[in-house]
Nanobody
Framework: QVQLVESGGGLVQAGGSLRLSCAAS??????????MGWYRQAPGKQRELVAF???????NYADSVKGRFTISRDNAKNTGYLQMNSLKPEDTAVYYC?????????????WGQGTQVTVSS
């Protein structure tokens, strides 16, 4: 069973920064992680993709966070990161990481438990 542990959320003033982490593990198994992504869900809104990074390091961002957020990964540690700078109140949401774990030729999605990010004005 794959487990994802997220950390790094919290309360920050507008203009501040936070760094989210998402560590994947599976007891007794070696993980092969394909794509990784960060999503967020604000109250009353649908979950949306914030940033994406492929196994090869290609990245993609939502227009609302381009130039402010940076997604990265450390494959040796099976960990993904989201560096969030110049935070705005509208970035307030629960942030979730998602990884695609490869088992043979099949990919399986796993989600983190979510971490709250609150940006005060």
């Amino acid at each position: 069973q794959v487990q994802l542990v997220e950390s790094g959320g919290g309360l920050v003033q507008a203009g501040g920064s936070l760094r989210l982490s998402c560590a994947a593990s599976a007891s007794g198994s070696i993980l092969t992680i394909n794509d990784m992504g960060w999503y967020r869900q604000a109250p009353g809104k649908q979950r949306e993709l914030v940033a994406f990074i492929s196994s090869g390091g290609d990245t993609n961002y939502a227009d609302s966070v381009k130039g402010r957020f940076t997604i990265s990964r450390d494959n040796a540690k099976n960990t993904g990161y989201l560096q969030m700078n110049s935070l705005k109140p509208e970035d307030t949401a629960v942030y979730y990481c998602k990884v695609v774990v490869l088992v043979g030729v099949n990919g399986y999605d796993y989600w983190g438990q979510g971490t709250q990010v609150t940006v005060s004005s």
